[in-house]
Every structure is written in structure tokens, then in C-alpha cells.
């Protein structure tokens, strides 16, 4: 079992940034990489961006080119530096890790809030 904690969301105008960071621990040898997802009302819950053991990323459209994720390997930690926010990135973002089988390895935490408002 993996637990994952979710810190640095906040308000920010449109066009600020924020920086979220995650941090996991149990099982942690058995994670192939990180995740963060955000879930806005009314809306599924979308996975955003991902970073490897190896650190590799990929990104969803729709934050690609506005959001970095990083990762520290031996730490199992994973920051998500946003930029040029904007109003529709407002949600509550999670992160999580899988498996290299691909397996979801924690359990749905509280999250963290992201607003994006003048």
C-alpha cells in the first residue's frame, strides 16, 4: 500500500502559478511513476501529467506546455509547477502512482485546492 500526500494548492489570479508538491510512502519500491490528476465540479476526474522512475513525462493537452511535473526517484516525491493559470484549471488536484503493470497503488486522498479567479 502506497499512501500519497497532496500539498500547495491555494487562489491565484489568472496568469499566476502555483507549485503542488506529493509526497508517497509505504510500499514505495513498487512505484513505477507519479501522477497528478484534478477533478473540477461537476466533472471526472482526469489524470494531467505523469513522471517515471526514470523521468520521463507526459502531459494532457489541455495543460501541455503550461505545467511541468518533476520527480525525485529516491524520494518518491513529485512537484507540479503550473504556470499561466487559468481560470478553468480550477479543481481539486490528487496525485497518485502506479505500478509498472500500470496498477493504481494508492488510495484517493483529499487533494488539494487549486482557484484560479480575479
Known amino acids: 500500500q502506497v499512501q500519497l500526500v497532496e500539498s500547495g494548492g491555494g487562489l491565484v489570479q489568472p496568469g499566476g502559478s502555483l507549485r503542488l508538491s506529493c509526497a508517497a510512502s509505504?510500499?514505495?519500491?513498487?512505484?513505477?511513476?507519479l501522477d497528478w490528476y484534478r477533478q473540477a465540479p461537476g466533472k471526472q476526474r482526469e489524470l494531467i501529467a505523469r513522471?517515471?522512475?526514470?523521468?520521463?513525462?507526459n502531459y494532457a493537452g489541455s495543460v501541455e506546455g503550461r505545467f511541468t511535473i518533476s520527480g525525485d526517484n529516491a524520494k518518491k516525491t513529485a512537484l507540479l509547477q503550473m504556470n499561466d493559470l487559468k481560470p478553468e484549471d480550477t479543481a481539486v488536484y490528487y496525485c497518485?502512482?502506479?505500478?509498472?503493470?500500470?496498477?493504481?497503488?494508492?488510495?484517493w486522498g483529499q487533494g488539494t485546492q487549486v482557484t484560479v479567479s480575479s
Open positions: 497518485n502512482a502506479i505500478d509498472a503493470l500500470g496498477q493504481r497503488l494508492g488510495s
Open positions: 509505504g510500499s514505495i519500491a513498487s512505484i513505477f511513476a
Open positions: 513522471v517515471t522512475d526514470k523521468g520521463a513525462t
